[in-house]
């Protein structure tokens, strides 16, 4: 089975530029979260889909930020303009709905600097 | 509102030697808890989880944690350190429910193993 996939690994930005990550989830699965780690702190939790409906979308920082899941299947995390502070790793994870929805499968991450 | 620390953001522990990885909770209801490892350029990796039932959990590589409620604490251990442990790991909770993928990180911990 494929992992979670994310795009870019890795990207560098001017304040004010746009930038857009995209999320490939495990196939099948309904679950999709976005979570961010800025430098020296912890992971937070961003927001949920549920197939391609936002469950949960209380942690995003601002209306900056716009993340979109067309049909279901991969996500798009989208920040215009950036600003230094969204400098950090971006984490998209999936799950199976139901039973098996607390074991989430990791990306591993778009590091995003702004400079 | 639920919170997770990790105490000691850095580890060092010798090939062979216990490894304890500190991890409390706070929480009002009963949480779910479990351990990531993240190894270099690869996503979080779930060791194990805490849902209910048995109060230790067993985990991947040896690994595993003991959830006890009269000290909020799930604290994971691995009784001999091997080098291919070297990762930074992360104590993560939630209250279950309908949140069942929406995690809080503790602040992580690099686990260093020298020979």
């Known amino acids: 089975e494929a992992g979670v996939t994310q795009f870019p690994s890795h990207s560098v930005i001017e304040k004010g530029q746009t930038v857009t990550l995209r999320c490939d989830p495990i196939?099948?699965?309904?679950?999709l979260y976005w979570y961010r780690r800025v430098m020296g702190k912890e992971i937070k939790f961003l927001l949920h889909?549920?197939?391609?409906?936002?469950?949960?979308e209380s942690g995003m920082p601002n209306n900056r930020f716009l993340a979109e899941r067309t049909g279901g299947t991969y996500s798009t995390l989208k920040v215009q303009p950036a600003e230094l502070e969204d400098s950090g790793v971006y984490f998209c994870?999936?799950?199976?709905?139901?039973?098996?929805?607390?074991?989430?499968?990791f990306g591993a991450g778009s590091r995003l600097t702004v400079l | 509102a639920q919170s997770v620390t990790q105490l000691g953001s850095h580890v060092s522990v010798s090939e062979g030697a216990l490894v304890l990885l500190r991890c409390n909770y706070s929480?009002?209801?009963?949480?779910?808890l479990f351990w990531y490892v993240q190894y270099p350029n690869q996503g979080l990796q779930l060791l194990l989880k805490?849902?209910?039932?048995?109060?230790l959990v067993k985990g991947i590589n040896g690994f595993e944690a003991e959830f006890k409620k009269s000290e909020t604490s799930f604290h994971l251990t691995k009784p001999s350190a091997h080098m291919s442990d070297a990762a930074e790991y992360f104590c993560?909770?939630?209250?279950?429910?309908?949140?069942?993928?929406?995690?809080?990180f503790g602040q992580g911990t690099i686990l260093t193993v020298h020979p």
């Open positions: 994870a999936s799950s199976h709905a139901g039973k098996g929805a607390n074991v989430l499968t």
């Open positions: 196939s099948g699965h309904d679950n």
């Open positions: 889909f549920v197939k391609e409906s936002k469950q949960d």
């Open positions: 929480s009002s209801v009963p949480p779910y």
């Open positions: 805490y849902t209910t039932g048995a109060t």
């Open positions: 993560a909770g939630n209250a279950g429910g309908t949140s069942y993928g929406k995690l809080t």
